[in-house]
């Protein structure tokens, strides 16, 4: 089944504790993005990569980091996570830029 | 600066019904729209877009109109369906601008259906 996998799915950590969501797709897409959801503020975007080793900043990247090492795999890295990072994240692909978005179901962050 | 608009945060609608979800944009260079379903504990699922060369682009029971004049654009559902109650999200994106850089959705807020039985 085609499909963009994120995990996990909730987590809870303190401030300050490093932590990674992991994000993974089978469709051989070029194009991958992670957003977040916020109550009030609909879906920002936090970083895209156009390909393996490209990546770059969306609206709202402070605190994140991303990779993209293999073609397959973008995760998202909070080196050091504060409050203001508690948020629905989604991971999303698609073929290429410019084509509709395939979004994972999604990672619910709480950082107290 | 909110770019995309859903200014209706829910609707509530007979089964049978016609439900009609509505959508602002402010910015101009916006060339591309796209609606999204989500139910809960799921990501966004893509539905419909449309083009900005197009006034109306249909797909079964759904059909989304834009009128740039207004930038405005539309989803109808007809007819709707118990299975239709979710958020419904209005994209929208400035795709002769992205060229070979950033593909970048904005969001509005989501519009809550509840399609009652």
């Known amino acids: 089944e085609a499909q963009v996998t994120q995990n996990p799915r909730y987590l809870i950590t303190v401030t300050g504790k490093k932590l990674t969501v992991t994000c993974s797709q089978n469709?051989?897409?070029?194009?991958m993005s992670w957003y977040r959801q916020d109550p009030g503020l609909g879906l920002r975007q936090i970083y895209y990569s156009m390909n393996v080793e490209v990546t770059d900043k969306g609206d709202v990247p402070e605190g994140y980091k991303v990779s993209r090492k293999e073609k397959r795999n973008f995760p998202l890295i909070l080196e050091s996570p504060s409050p203001n990072q508690t948020s629905l994240y989604f991971c999303?692909?698609?073929?290429?830029?410019?084509?509709?978005?395939?979004f994972g179901n999604g990672t619910r962050l709480t950082v107290t | 600066d909110q770019q995309v608009k859903q200014n209706s945060p829910s609707l509530s609608v007979q089964e049978g019904r016609i439900s009609i979800l509505n959508c602002d944009y402010t910015n101009s260079m916006f060339d591309y729209f796209l609606w999204y379903k989500k139910y809960p504990a799921e990501g966004p699922t893509f539905l419909i877009s449309i083009s900005s060369i197009k006034d109306k682009n249909e797909d079964g029971r759904f059909t989304v109109f834009l009128n740039k004049s207004a930038k405005h654009l539309s989803l109808h559902i007809v007819p709707s369906q118990p299975g239709d109650s979710a958020v419904y999200f209005c994209a929208a994106s400035a795709r002769r601008l992205s060229g070979g850089s950033n593909y970048k959705l904005t969001f509005g807020k989501g519009t809550l259906l509840t399609v009652n039985p």
């Open positions: 999303a692909s698609s073929p290429r830029h410019n084509s509709p978005l395939h």
């Open positions: 469709m051989n897409h070029e194009y």
